[in-house]
């Protein structure tokens, strides 16, 4: 019994093999395809050439640096200004330049900078100093300064009641940031044993001149000489205090020859001047 030819799955008749035949290889590229492709370096390689030639034509950061006035050189200038500056009083001094920004770029300076103290600076514990360069771009700038100026000053030994008189047991020296003391101090304990306290302090307080007031070297009521100085010559008569007073106060008294209430000098104890 004869069978019909079979066909491949392509519709070629068969050949009697037993296999169908292959399809035909599409056709690759082309050589000179090939040899451009493996000259070229990799998409990476390629990158990081493009980026290299970019950043060559950028400054270094060596050279950024150098075009630039260091803040380091800026706050060594404020800070020795300070320091060459005359002080108003001896002590330990201590100061605190402040930070500038680190956004500021100013051009650097090719000529030492100039310092100089602003109107209206202060003296006290906060100071301003500007600083300034003329070539080749001029710019001025205006540094904050902490200072602190330590000195012995007399300090309570305990606590003392309102009243107490001063004596040497009651005080001692220690050192004080003097620019913080608004209202003075007292350096010298003879400034003021035996004086009377105005008010309580705790042990520790610095003594300010408002605390203390001197003895009374008149009562009011007692007897005084009263002395009338007119150039060189003078005269003593006696009188009668109106009002107590310490030393260098003004007080009133009454004359008792002429019965006339003048104002007076107290200049030693009981005794009073006044100036024709």
Not at 180 to 203: E, W
């Amino acid at each position: 019994m004869s069978h019909p030819p079979r066909h491949a799955p392509g519709g070629e008749p068969h050949t009697g093999t037993g296999f169908a035949k292959s399809p035909a290889s599409q056709p690759g590229p082309s050589k000179d395809r090939r040899r451009d492709t493996l000259n070229q370096p990799p998409r990476n390689q390629r990158f990081l050439l493009s980026l290299l030639l970019v950043c060559a034509g950028l400054p270094s950061l060596g050279e950024e640096a150098a075009r630039h006035q260091a803040h380091e050189r800026i706050r060594e200038a404020a800070e020795r200004h300070i320091l060459n500056d005359p002080q108003p009083a001896e002590g330990r001094l201590e100061l605190e330049v402040g930070h500038l920004d680190s956004r500021l770029r100013l051009n650097a300076c090719d000529h030492p900078l100039e310092t100089f103290t602003p109107d209206g600076s202060g003296t006290g514990s906060r100071a301003t100093v500007g600083v300034r360069c003329h070539t080749p771009t001029p710019w001025t700038l205006y540094v904050p300064v902490t200072r602190a100026l330590y000195q012995p000053v007399l300090v309570t030994s305990q606590s003392l009641a309102r009243g107490r008189r001063l004596k040497s047991g009651d005080l001692h020296l220690e050192e004080r940031d003097t620019t913080r003391l608004h209202r003075g101090y007292l350096t010298d304990p003879r400034q003021a044993l035996g004086n009377t306290l105005k008010r309580s302090l705790r042990m520790e307080s610095v003594l300010l001149p408002t605390h203390i007031k001197a003895p009374y070297a008149i009562k009011r009521g007692e007897r005084v000489s009263i002395i009338a100085k007119s150039g060189e010559l003078y005269v003593r008569m006696q009188g009668k205090a109106l009002e107590s007073g310490a030393l260098n106060d003004r007080i009133q008294v009454r004359n008792e020859s002429s019965d006339r209430k003048i104002e007076a000098l107290v200049t030693a104890r009981g005794v009073v001047e006044v100036t024709l």
